[in-house]
């Protein structure tokens, strides 16, 4: 997932990323026993391997996103701030109201998809790996998935080649998917919507961008979640799809309103 930054900022600013691949993406071993709990303890241990310090910024896009919630269950003290940018979420949390998700076609999605994944694994594996399902180039024009804006974007950028049939039928790909997809809609053993705020005395801040044409994650769950959250801080791009991270001007507000605490006034003015 690349993060566009501009030079000129991140040299302003005097930071750099640390981009890694979590458990069974690249070159990273897989995890078969991975938990919610698991990726941020993973991200703590990274970070006093390399020892970058004891606290860190943490940023999450789009499935990226739930070991930013970990985090800020598990390693809060560690953290110097978090952005979470076009969040899943996971419709088995506790405290989603009923009648914002009952009728979610994504939900009924997740639900089958989790199914099979948790009691028919080679059965999936051998669904999506067939010719007659569409390949990932037709899904990615798919108005159910994608906004006018995302589609835009998906011409100019690899799109998700790990989706592709050819990737799919590989079994390492193929279960590195699943089993993320497993974690990361299954179970967990916090509710997000009851966190605490880690940074109690205003020290840091944590934010949520979102798009509100998004078609992967809606809104008006983005919007619940941060209205039980005020600590976190909530942006909403008003033409924005779930690939607002590819928008002219979106990663520059992101880092400004994380570090330097500034309040983006122009969102509707990001340029896909």
Not at 19 to 27: I, K, T, V, W
Request: aromatic share 14%.
């Amino acid at each position: 997932m690349n993060f566009l930054a501009p030079q000129e900022l991140i040299e302003e600013l005097g930071i750099y990323f640390l981009l890694f691949d979590r458990a069974g993406y690249g070159e990273s071993d897989p995890n078969p026993k991975r938990t919610v709990k698991s990726e941020a303890l993973d991200i703590e241990e990274l970070a006093d391997q390399l020892q970058i310090g004891s606290k860190f910024y943490v940023i999450g896009v789009s499935m990226g996103s739930y070991p930013i919630w970990s985090c800020l269950k598990y390693i809060p003290h560690r953290l110097a701030g978090a952005a979470l940018l076009v969040p899943v979420v996971n419709y088995r949390w506790p405290s989603l109201p009923q009648n914002l998700i009952r009728e979610d076609y994504r939900r009924k999605l997740v639900q089958w998809a989790l199914w099979f994944s948790n009691y028919a694994p080679g059965l999936l594996h051998w669904w999506v790996s067939q010719q007659w399902i569409p390949s990932t180039s037709v899904l990615e024009k798919n108005p159910l998935f994608f906004s006018t804006q995302d589609i835009e974007i998906l011409k100019k950028i690899p799109g998700f080649p790990m989706l592709s049939k050819e990737k799919l039928q590989e079994k390492d790909v193929f279960d590195t998917l699943r089993r993320d997809f497993m974690v990361g809609f299954g179970d967990w053993d916090f509710d997000p919507i009851r966190l605490r705020n880690p940074f109690p005395q205003n020290e840091s801040t944590v934010h949520i961008w979102q798009g509100y044409e998004d078609k992967v994650v809606p809104f008006q769950l983005q919007r619940y979640i941060s209205g039980k959250l005020p600590w976190i801080r909530y942006h909403e791009v008003p033409h924005g799809g779930h690939l607002i991270v590819h928008y002219s001007g979106l990663c520059e507000a992101v880092l400004r309103a994380l570090l330097l605490g500034e309040e983006p006034l122009k969102l509707e003015q990001v340029n896909p």
